[in-house]
């Protein structure tokens, strides 16, 4: 591990192969917990299985007291973009559940997020999920050596816009390692060919959250839970990801 500027951490090739590892434990228990959401449910019965498929496979959820939050995974629903805490909420038919999950394995952190569409969904709420997956699609293609950290915001936001949706601004991707949140960000807006450069070595977690509304937001009462300004849908995807000589290795997948 060295650091260049900004703080920034280029990780080894070895430190990379465990947060391999980290992310295939975060991506295991996250595929549970999508498959495990259905109508009916309370959205904390997700904590309950996350924490356990956690432990299981020898890892901790990171998210768990991280400054204070008390569950191991955010599940936000609907107007609800982030941060949202599991509790006696119970998902419905129609809804769409935004999870957020990350471990530490072996000192590592992994991080990773997709959203649900529960049964039949509004044709605007599935655009909306399909553009925000594409949009961090777009992210991760544009992640390569040499270019730089602008192009990949540049990316996010044009997939995004292109589809009529706007882009959450206030809460964005980061870099990712030892640490959850390592420099430096990684905005889902921005202009091509600024911002630093990309290097072999750079961990990165992309997030877009995409409104159909206004991408102003609020927080809840619960001083976590992050929504929509003007109640509008919102989806959310992420993948951790590492800068190679080539395309980006996706260590979440």
């Known amino acids: 591990m060295r650091t260049i500027g900004m703080s920034v ?3 080894t090739d070895n430190e990379i192969a465990v947060m391999r590892q980290a992310g295939r ?3 295991e228990v996250l595929r549970i917990l999508a498959n495990s959401v259905r109508a ?3 959205t ?3 904590d309950v299985i996350a924490e356990k498929e956690c432990h299981q ?4 959820p990171s998210f ?14 609907n107007d609800e973009i982030v941060h949202g805490i599991p509790g006696k909420r119970v998902i419905r038919e129609g809804d769409i559940v935004k999870i957020d999950f990350g471990v530490i394995f072996d000192g590592f952190q992994g991080d990773v997020a997709v959203t649900v569409g529960v049964g039949r969904t509004s044709p605007a709420a599935q655009r909306l999920i399909e553009a925000t997956e594409g949009a961090l699609w777009a992210g991760i293609k544009a992640a390569r ?8 915001s540049a990316a996010i936001q044009d997939h995004a816009e292109a589809r009529g949706f706007t882009v959450v601004r206030e809460y964005t991707g980061h870099a990712i390692g030892r640490d959850m949140h390592e420099d430096p960000l990684v905005p889902n807006f921005g202009i091509p060919g600024t911002g630093i450069l990309l290097k072999k070595g750079m961990t990165l977690a992309l997030e877009p959250m995409l409104n159909i509304g206004d991408w102003r937001t609020r927080r809840a009462d619960d001083d976590w839970t992050v929504l929509t300004i003007d109640g509008s849908l919102s989806a959310h995807f992420e ?3 590492a800068i190679t000589n080539g395309e980006a290795e996706v260590l979440t997948r």
């Open 44 to 46: 904390r019965e997700l």
């Open 9 to 11: 951490i280029i990780k």
């Open 25 to 27: 434990v975060t991506a």
């Open 40 to 42: 009916g449910m309370e």
């Open 57 to 60: 496979r020898g890892a901790l």
């Open 145 to 152: 050596t040499g270019s730089h950290l602008g192009d990949i």
């Open 239 to 241: 993948h951790t990801i």
């Open 64 to 77: 768990k007291g991280y400054h204070g939050f008390p569950a191991s995974v955010c599940v936000s629903v």
